[in-house]
C-alpha cells in the first residue's frame, strides 16, 4: 500500500524498514520552512513537489536510505530559495550539502541543462543523485498537465528526450521507464490538442 511522506513523518505503522535516524525529518521540516509561501505553476505550494518527489522514491523506487531521502527533501533548496550552500552543509554536513548542490541547476550563471544533466547521471561520488533527479522529473512531467502551458509541456519534453533519456542504462531501470510513460501520455495529449485545434480552426474556415 503507498504511503505519503506525512505518514512516514508521524511513524506511522508500516514504516519499521525506514531509517531510525532523524536526519530526513529534519530536511522535511527545513524544505517546508524555505519553501514556505511558493506557488508553482500549477497552482500547488511549492512544497508539495518535494513531497511528491520523496513520495515516488518511497512508493515506486522502494528507497529506504536515510541520506537519500534527507537530499530529495532539499533538492531544490539552493535553486528556489534563500538558502546558502554555507547554511545547508552547517546543518546537514557536506556530503548533504555537496549532493544537493550537484542536483541544483545553476542556470542564472549560464550553465546548460545538458552539462547540469550529465554532471549528475556521470557522477561517481552521489550515483543515488540519478535515483533522485528521476523521480524530482517523473513528479514534474505527472504535474505539468496542470499548467495548461503548451509551450512549457513541449520544451519539458524535449529537454527530457535529449538530456535525460540519454542516461538510460546509467539511471535507475524503473524510473526511467515511468518517465517514457509519463512522455507518451503527454505527447498523446498534446498531439490530441493540435488536432482539436485544426478541426476547429477547419469549421471556422468553412464558415467563411
Request: net charge negative; charged share 35%; glycine share 4%.
Amino acid at each position: 500500500m503507498e504511503k505519503s511522506a506525512e505518514e512516514l513523518y508521524n511513524g506511522n505503522e508500516g514504516w519499521e524498514d525506514f531509517p531510525q535516524t532523524q536526519t530526513w525529518k529534519k530536511a522535511l521540516e527545513f524544505a517546508k520552512e524555505k519553501h514556505e509561501g511558493q506557488v508553482r505553476d500549477e497552482g500547488t505550494p511549492y512544497y508539495e513537489h518535494i513531497k511528491g518527489t520523496m513520495e515516488i522514491l518511497i512508493n515506486e523506487a522502494n528507497t529506504r536510505e536515510d541520506e537519500v531521502l534527507t537530499v530529495a527533501a532539499l533538492h531544490d533548496i539552493l535553486e528556489d530559495t534563500d538558502c546558502s550552500y554555507e547554511e545547508l552543509k552547517a546543518k546537514f554536513g557536506e556530503r548533504v550539502a555537496d549532493c544537493v548542490q550537484l542536483l541544483t541547476w545553476d542556470w542564472k550563471n549560464g550553465q546548460s541543462f545538458e552539462d547540469y544533466a550529465k554532471g549528475i547521471f556521470e557522477s561517481k561520488d552521489f550515483k543515488y543523485a540519478r535515483k533522485v533527479k528521476l523521480a524530482d522529473r517523473l513528479h514534474n512531467l505527472r504535474s505539468l498537465p496542470k499548467t495548461q502551458d503548451d509551450e512549457k509541456i513541449q520544451r519539458k519534453i524535449e529537454e527530457t528526450e535529449n538530456y535525460i533519456l540519454i542516461y538510460d542504462k546509467q539511471a535507475p531501470k524503473v524510473l526511467m521507464d515511468k518517465i517514457k510513460e509519463q512522455l507518451a501520455t503527454l505527447k498523446a495529449i498534446q498531439n490530441s490538442k493540435k488536432n482539436i485545434d485544426r478541426e476547429t480552426s477547419g469549421m471556422e474556415h468553412d464558415e467563411i
